[in-house]
């Protein structure tokens, strides 16, 4: 269980609040607005009406104690920048800032910002290639150019062992699970496919891209 400081509790903060509480972990909130604090209220652990560009505010939270420290703020890249800054200054372990343009990203890592994230881009992204295939069920883009896809089993490979196709020697990818109602992770040469399941698979993205018609 990890203690975790989110700061702004818009849509993108709340959703991160409730995933947080859902993990078991422990979650402070803080926000100006009294109407968002009361909303995510029993989502969390902690919460505090105040400004978060405050020095004397900030102090009185105890940045240091949280093992990660959240920036949430979308309507205010300003606020969010002063934001992160203050967090960095005050010896915050971990930080994690919303960013929406490169030029953002750029700011927020020299201001103290150990990782930043695209809410937008990356559900843009998502989307884009969830929804251009009926192949595709799902995917996670990892670094590299590598990524996990959930694909359908192919018509050519209904009825065959994962050993006949010999996916990993032709094409260096990895059936990490198959899926039928629940997904089954322990898997061996000889699991046998059929069509209408799903299989989650690891490999360069161009190449699953490619193999499956994605």
Known sequence: ????????????????????????????????????????????TGAQIGDS???VFMESLGIPDYDLCIVAIGDNFLSSLETTFLLDELGAPKIVSRATTSSQEKFLLRNGADEVVFPERQ????TAIRFI????????????????????VPAAWDNKRIGEIDIRRKYKI?????????????????????RGQTMLVLG???????????
């Open 133 to 152: 295939s009926d192949n595709i069920s799902n995917y996670i883009e990892l670094t590299d150019g590598y990524s996990i896809y959930e694909v359908y």
């Open 123 to 126: 559900m843009g992204n998502w």
């Open 1 to 44: 269980m990890k203690s975790v400081l989110v700061i702004g509790a818009g849509r993108y903060g709340s959703y991160i609040c409730k995933k947080l509480y859902e993990m078991g972990h422990q979650i402070m909130v803080v926000d100006q607005d009294e109407e968002r604090i009361n909303k995510i209220l029993p989502f969390v």
């Open 204 to 214: 360069k993205t161009q190449v699953i891209q490619k193999l499956f018609g994605l």
């Open 53 to 55: 560009t405050n020095r």
């Open 174 to 194: 990895n059936i990490l699970g198959v899926k039928n109602g629940t997904m089954n992770m322990d898997i061996s040469n000889d699991t046998l496919l059929h």
